[in-house]
């Protein structure tokens, strides 16, 4: 559950020896393996999906549940349904021993992140790394290389994480209505998160231990 939705318990099944638990409370208690979060992460993006598809969107009908797969299918029309999954990228620009970070203006969120965004109808990865880089800060970049995935189901994401490098000027120009701050840091300097959920900290973790994927003329895309 989360503290967002109008659902009372009494909407909810119940069955013995479980209970619901919003998962902000989760996350901010650190209970359990980082898997179990997931987990329930993932269950609350299933029960959402279902909630949300219970009529067809192309003829109005009462949809029902598939048999041979998960998905939703109208007896009307046969209309297929699957779970929605959001491509989104999460980008790591480094510039030498340096590494942009960057933080929101009206989410919420303290702490340092890296440049993030959707994919967009048409786009391939790489097309959303150099957009949403160039939308947020300006920048332009090169060496585009694939690090890592993580399912992020609070909003629907599946997230790939990229490091690229800088290419040319590091004058940064900074999209004032998405982020507060926009910044160049040394890998000496960088902060972890909270917690250790979110492969946004794992990225950032992993160039201040000079761990990440190498780059260099000739590489990626
Ligand atoms: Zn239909």
Redesign the pocket.
Known sequence: MTDGGKGTQDDFLHLDGYHYERLHRIRAEGRGEKYQYFAAVTAYQLARWYDHNRF?G????RMEMGSREREMI?P????PVYPKIMPAVIVAVTNGDRILMTKYRNRGIGYYALVAGFVEIGETFEDTVRREVMEETGLTVKNIRYYKSQPWGIADDLLAGFYCDLDGDDAIRMDEEELSEAAWFERGQIEGQPDHLSLTNEMMLTFRDGREPSGGEGRGF
């Open positions: 067809c192309h003829c109005g009908s109208c009307n029309c046969g209309n």
